[in-house]
Structures are given as C-alpha cells and as structure tokens.
C-alpha cells in the first residue's frame, strides 16, 4: 500500500494511524508545506491522508501552496483513490469540491461528543455516541454527494462520506498523548476562558489512556473502511 500524507504544520504528524500503517505495511511518503510544497503524481497512490494545521483553506493569498494541494485532492478524489481527511484535511476536501469553509459559531477544542447521524447508504458507521478529541474555530457545508455521518452540540457537520473511499473528519481520532501535547505546546494559546466548548488546558492534561486507545481503535476502524476493496 502506497500512503502519501499531507503534513501542514511539523505538530500535527499522523499519530496512531502510523501503526496501522506499518501493520499494513505500508510504504508512508509525505509532502511537508511547512517545509517544501512538492506533490507526488498520483498514479500508484493507494491512500491519501490530508491533516490538520491551524491555517484556513482560505488562506491562499498568504499560503500559495493551498491552491496546489486542493488541485491534488480534486484530482485524487475524481481519480477514485481512498482520501482520508483530518480537520484542516476535511476542510480541504469539502473547499476542493466546492463547498464553503467558514467560522463555526463555537470554538470547538477538547473532548466533546459526536452523535451519529442514520443513513441508508453503504456508509461508515460511528458509535450512537462517542468522545472524541476536537480542536477547530471553523466548519464546512457538505460537499455535492457527500454523507452526514456525525455531528455534535456545537458543529452540525463532523464527518462525512463521498462514495466508498473518502471520509472526512472535523475531529482527531490519530490523536495520541504524545499529540495532544505537542497541539498544547504550540497552540495553547487558544484555550480562552468563557467558551462553553472549550476545556482548560487542565482538563485536557486529564485525560486518561483509555479514552485514547478508544478513539486511536476508532481511526483503525475508518482507515480500514477507506481503504476496503469490496462492499
């Protein structure tokens, strides 16, 4: 399996979908735009995976790089390869097939939970309700074709789905404490008392191992639907 990762910002790298990658055995390449915005060609990919950043797709004035990638993802979207997209990568994907990205009306940073919505299709399935790990002030409307597949209190449109093979989600299921540390570190900054969606640096500081396992086997779980052949 070829995976091509697009990496925005050096904090936010893959987390746990490395080892399933590596279970897989996957051989992992990556365009880094925090250091050199060079695409691969997209024949012989297998999967892409767009992550987060604290940037905004319309960002492009300040971010050349962003019109080049979205171009990739439409490409890579109409080609019928698996796109996973993360956050920023949901984002990308939603804006690439023409679809707005705009402030949410609540900051959503720290562990919330997701609803999921019904559908009729061939669709990934979430939990009735799960926590998951959030950290975003802006949000999307549904790309043409795609799938509500959750939402929460604060953001309708959490995660989607378009055909078989691409899935984007608002939120971070890769995230690891190792990862949820280094987002601390770099953007703390954006924990500001008052919002009814935003924990304290504390409260983030206290979550326990299990709530990420249970979210990092959820990720396997979409990477696996992503990726499946048949069905």
Known sequence: MNVHVLQHVQFED????ASWLEAQGACVSYTRFFNDSALPQIKG???VIAMGGP?????E???PWLRLEKQFVRA???KGIPVLGVCLGAQLIANALGSRVYRNPQKEIGW???EATPNTSNAFRFPEKCMVFHWHGETFDLPPGAVRLAKSAACENQAFQIGQHVIGLQFHLETTPESAQAILD???DELIPGGPYIQTEA????????AYAQINRLMGEVLSHVTRTSG
Not at 14 to 17: L, P, Q, R, V
Not at 55 to 59: G, I, T
């Open 14 to 17: 893959i987390g746990s979908m």
């Open 45 to 47: 990919l297998d999967l």
């Open 55 to 59: 940037m905004s797709v319309n960002d």
């Open 61 to 63: 004035s300040v971010l």
């Open 76 to 78: 890579t979207v109409e």
């Open 112 to 114: 919330f939970p997701i």
């Open 186 to 188: 770099n953007c703390g």
């Open 203 to 210: 409260e983030l500081r206290g979550i326990n191992g299990a």
